[in-house]
């Protein structure tokens, strides 16, 4: 079982907005910031968001972020096939001294 | 292109020992903490253990403190992972990743390809 609460599935059809949650607590979400990676199948991870909104250079401005007290989203507007893949939230635990992630959401796009 | 790759993976029996390595290309390892980030087959990611820079800081998971030890040699541009007592279900993906950051933030980039850890009898 994850610290952070991601529910396990996401859907939407080419050109949807999806969003997709992230639930943790006050000692990770609730007082440091967000990460998102995205994992294609049967690739490694892929850093996509960081400091709860922000993208790194080459990421489409069709992925957003936010966080609000202890919960975090993630949201991908104009849906594309590549889009396909797990998404997963991570942040630093200060209780547990360690990085937590969430247990991941897999996005079909239909 | 900044690069990490892992080695050392494969097939051990429960009880027994491996070492993991992660050599880093293309950027100074000793500028940044290092990551293990390890994915069961099938299952989400967890991360294992970090290290600081100089190799004075050490952290962990519960479920691997006392049994893995990570350590680095900035000289060489690499990073390991000693497991011992391996269990079934240590049976994972093992990534390593840079920590990198910006100011007051971290996060993992970039990520290796990742080696294969098997512990079955």
């Known amino acids: 079982q994850s610290v952070l609460t991601q529910p396990p599935s996401a859907s939407g059809t080419p050109g949807q907005r999806v969003t997709m949650s992230c639930s943790g607590s006050?000692?990770?979400?609730?007082?440091?910031?967000v990460n998102w990676y995205q994992q294609l199948p049967g690739t490694a991870p892929k850093f996509l968001i960081y400091?709860?909104?922000q993208r790194p250079s080459g990421v489409p401005d069709r992925f957003s972020g936010s966080k609000s007290g202890t919960s975090a989203s993630l949201a991908i507007s104009g849906l594309q096939s590549e889009d396909e893949a797990d998404y997963y939230c991570?942040?630093?635990?200060?209780?547990?001294?360690?990085?937590?992630f969430g247990g991941g959401t897999k996005l079909t796009v239909l | 292109e900044v690069q990490l790759v892992e080695s050392g993976g494969g097939l051990v029996q429960p009880g027994g020992s491996l070492r993991l390595s992660c050599a880093a290309s293309?950027?100074?390892?000793?500028?940044?903490?290092m990551s293990w980030v390890r994915q069961a087959p099938g299952r989400g990611l967890e991360w294992v253990a970090n290290?600081?820079?100089?190799?004075?800081?050490?952290y962990y998971v519960d479920s691997v403190k006392g049994r893995f030890t990570i350590s680095r040699d900035n000289a060489k541009n690499s990073m390991f992972l000693q497991m011992n007592s391996l269990r079934v279900e240590d049976t994972a993906i093992y990534y390593c990743?840079?920590?990198?950051?910006?100011?007051?933030?971290?996060?993992?980039?970039?990520w290796g390809r990742g080696t294969l850890v098997t512990v079955s009898s």
């Open positions: 991570a942040a630093w635990d200060d209780s547990l001294n360690g990085w937590v």
């Open positions: 400091n709860n909104n």
């Open positions: 290290i600081k820079q100089d190799g004075s800081e050490k």
């Open positions: 990743a840079r920590e990198d950051w910006f100011g007051d933030y971290v996060w993992f980039d970039p």
């Open positions: 293309r950027f100074t390892l000793s500028s940044y903490w």
């Open positions: 006050s000692s990770n979400i609730g007082t440091k910031t």
